[in-house]
């Protein structure tokens, strides 16, 4: 049930503030169960959550849409974003964030398109002037899609990172791991990131216990204070992603994340960057199941080159009894390599990463690496005790030693320069030799990374920021 506001408005009223609650399609007030204020000025439509959330109601592209303070779909209802809309969000820290949030049964359908995409950004961003600049995060939130897909964690639902803990709407997981969330489809979210309280700052593209029924394509995450894209947990497909100019981690997952992604990019700030992927298994207990094991194809992911002050530096770390799967992909001008964290018996060794691994839960096969650590494979991909672990460094040297006879059979490539940047992404070198899959999920190529060689008008050219042109 969709709601047209635009006949509520006069061209006598043009110029005037004017708040109206939602709606049904026969003209009857819903106000009883509708207590979102949307006040509009000029074509501005600016929305104050009141507990009732949006309500199931279209955005349309010939307003700007403001979100002031946390702003929720809620369970039930439906939120439509036409293609070409914009959305800000206010600036505010803690209880004062403004961040857009699709609660466990609410649905978001924002499907732009290549000529058309969705922008969320900060109010500050002057989007038919002059544009923020690149290292201008935590002006906002960002989006959140919560869902009722399974976690490993106890007792198997929990309060999402970035909402405070006393909002039951940001609860998430479940045992539905087909869940649908909606569509979310060429959408840009730049300059988000706002710190609510100790250091605890919202993701770009937080998604919690999202199944696999839900539809995400065609993503930027740009310059945001805290990770690019993080699962928590959840079953959800991802394809044609870019982060870019984030000041931590580019891609992050915990809670028994297992779902497929192809065509991930992660462009690295050289003086803010964190890791390329964080990857964690458990939480509470970190020995949960599901197990994380997500499958990865054609990332290229583009690091900082040399380590800087925040001293997190590798281009992945496997931790926390966490798996996973990285095929035909491009790594490129990281501090370290990929980190496998072992911990002792007495700490859950045996399910640790590296035990993952010597099981086959954790494969990064067919890649190529360049001017990542030293080149070598001993730094390339390693084994590395958590500080607290007991276990013996003899056993860490008879692990990685397993793991550099891994490597070996592994057809990774580390002497051959894919010819990629952060400002041209598409190869000029030899990228060839992909490894095919027998999912029909994926889309089998001949390439290496996220990019067709030789291909100008890349899939991230035109409706990005970080590719406008």
Same mark, same amino acid.
């Given at each position: 049930?969709?709601?047209?506001?635009?006949?509520?408005?006069?061209?006598?009223?043009?110029?005037?503030?004017?708040?109206? !609650?939602?709606?049904?399609?026969?003209?009857?007030?819903?106000?009883?169960?509708?207590?979102?204020?949307?006040?509009?000025?000029?074509?501005?439509? +600016?929305?104050?959550? @009141?507990?009732?959330?949006?309500? &199931?109601?279209?955005?349309?592209?010939?307003?700007?849409?403001?979100?002031?303070?946390?702003?929720?779909?809620?369970?039930?209802?439906? @939120?439509?974003?036409?293609?070409?809309?914009?959305?800000?969000?206010?600036?505010?820290?803690?209880?004062?964030?403004?961040?857009?949030?699709?609660?466990?049964?609410?649905?978001?359908?924002?499907?732009?398109?290549?000529?058309?995409?969705? #922008?969320?950004?900060?109010?500050?961003?002057?989007?038919?002037?002059?544009?923020?600049?690149?290292?201008?995060?935590?002006?906002?939130? *960002?989006?959140?899609?919560?869902?009722?897909?399974?976690?490993?964690?106890?007792?198997?639902?929990?309060?999402?990172?970035?909402?405070?803990?006393?909002?039951?709407?940001?609860?998430?997981? *479940?045992?539905?791991?087909?869940?649908?969330?909606?569509?979310?489809?060429?959408?840009?979210?730049?300059? /988000?990131?706002?710190?609510?309280?100790?250091?605890?700052?919202?993701?770009? @593209?937080?998604?919690?216990?999202?199944?696999?029924?839900?539809?995400?394509?065609?993503?930027? #995450?740009?310059?945001?204070?805290?990770?690019?894209?993080?699962?928590?947990? *959840? +079953?959800?497909? &991802?394809?044609?992603?870019?982060? %870019?100019?984030?000041?931590?981690?580019?891609?992050?997952?915990?809670? *028994?994340?297992?779902?497929?992604?192809?065509?991930?990019?992660?462009?690295?700030?050289?003086?803010?960057?964190?890791?390329?992927?964080?990857?964690?298994?458990?939480?509470?207990?970190?020995? /949960?199941?599901?197990?994380?094991?997500?499958?990865?194809?054609?990332?290229?992911?583009?690091?900082?080159? &040399?380590?800087?002050?925040?001293?997190?530096?590798?281009?992945?770390?496997?931790?926390?009894?966490?798996?996973?799967?990285?095929?035909?992909?491009?790594?490129?001008?990281?501090?370290?390599?990929?980190?496998?964290?072992?911990?002792?018996?007495?700490?859950?060794?045996?399910?640790?990463?590296?035990?993952?691994?010597?099981?086959?839960?954790?494969?990064?096969?067919?890649?190529?690496?360049?001017?990542?650590?030293?080149?070598?494979?001993?730094?390339?991909?390693?084994?590395?005790?958590?500080?607290?672990?007991?276990?013996?460094?003899?056993?860490? !040297?008879?692990?990685?030693?397993?793991?550099?006879?891994?490597?070996?059979?592994?057809?990774?490539? %580390?002497?051959?320069?894919?010819?990629?940047?952060?400002?041209?992404?598409?190869?000029?070198?030899?990228?060839?030799?992909?490894?095919?899959?027998?999912?029909?999920?994926?889309?089998?190529?001949?390439?290496?990374?996220?990019?067709?060689?030789?291909?100008?008008?890349?899939?991230?050219? /035109?409706?990005?920021? +970080?590719?406008?042109?």
């Amino acid at each position: 049930m969709k709601r047209n506001y635009i006949k509520l408005f006069s061209a006598m009223l043009l110029g005037l503030a004017v708040t109206f !609650t939602a709606c049904d399609d026969k003209g009857n007030d819903e106000e009883d169960n509708f207590n979102t204020s949307y006040t509009e000025v000029n074509g501005v439509v +600016t929305i104050k959550d @009141l507990g009732e959330g949006t309500g &199931t109601i279209t955005w349309t592209a010939d307003k700007t849409w403001v979100l002031n303070g946390l702003v929720f779909v809620n369970s039930g209802q439906t @939120l439509t974003i036409e293609p070409g809309t914009l959305v800000k969000g206010k600036p505010g820290q803690e209880e004062d964030a403004s961040a857009l949030i699709v609660a466990r049964g609410g649905k978001i359908y924002a499907e732009g398109t290549a000529a058309k995409p969705i #922008v969320f950004t900060a109010e500050a961003d002057n989007y038919n002037g002059t544009l923020l600049s690149n290292d201008k995060r935590g002006l906002w939130g *960002g989006l959140i899609v919560l869902g009722k897909a399974k976690l490993n964690s106890t007792p198997g639902e929990t309060a999402i990172e970035g909402i405070p803990t006393a909002e039951p709407r940001g609860l998430y997981g *479940g045992s539905n791991d087909t869940d649908n969330s909606g569509i979310i489809k060429y959408v840009s979210i730049r300059h /988000g990131g706002t710190d609510i309280g100790e250091g605890n700052e919202i993701n770009g @593209l937080t998604l919690g216990g999202v199944g696999s029924g839900t539809t995400i394509e065609y993503v930027e #995450v740009l310059a945001n204070k805290d990770d690019g894209v993080e699962f928590f947990g *959840g +079953t959800v497909n &991802t394809r044609y992603i870019l982060v %870019s100019n984030c000041g931590d981690d580019s891609y992050d997952y915990d809670e *028994g994340f297992r779902g497929k992604g192809q065509f991930w990019v992660a462009i690295q700030d050289p003086a803010a960057a964190n890791r390329g992927g964080e990857h964690d298994g458990g939480t509470n207990p970190e020995d /949960g199941q599901p197990y994380a094991k997500p499958e990865i194809r054609n990332a290229t992911y583009i690091g900082k080159g &040399t380590a800087n002050a925040l001293g997190e530096d590798d281009l992945i770390i496997f931790r926390d009894n966490a798996g996973g799967f990285y095929y035909n992909s491009i790594f490129v001008g990281f501090p370290k390599g990929i980190n496998i964290e072992i911990l002792g018996d007495g700490d859950s060794y045996s399910q640790c990463s590296y035990k993952q691994m010597v099981d086959g839960n954790l494969k990064i096969e067919n890649n190529l690496f360049y001017g990542v650590a030293d080149n070598s494979a001993a730094k390339l991909l390693y084994v590395k005790k958590e500080s607290k672990s007991t276990i013996s460094d003899a056993t860490v !040297t008879s692990a990685n030693s397993w793991v550099a006879t891994y490597w070996t059979s592994a057809n990774n490539v %580390s002497d051959v320069d894919p010819g990629v940047s952060a400002t041209n992404p598409v190869p000029t070198g030899n990228v060839s030799g992909a490894a095919q899959s027998t999912d029909s999920w994926f889309m089998n190529v001949a390439y290496k990374g996220a990019f067709e060689p030789g291909v100008a008008n890349h899939w991230a050219k /035109g409706w990005t920021k +970080t590719f406008a042109n």
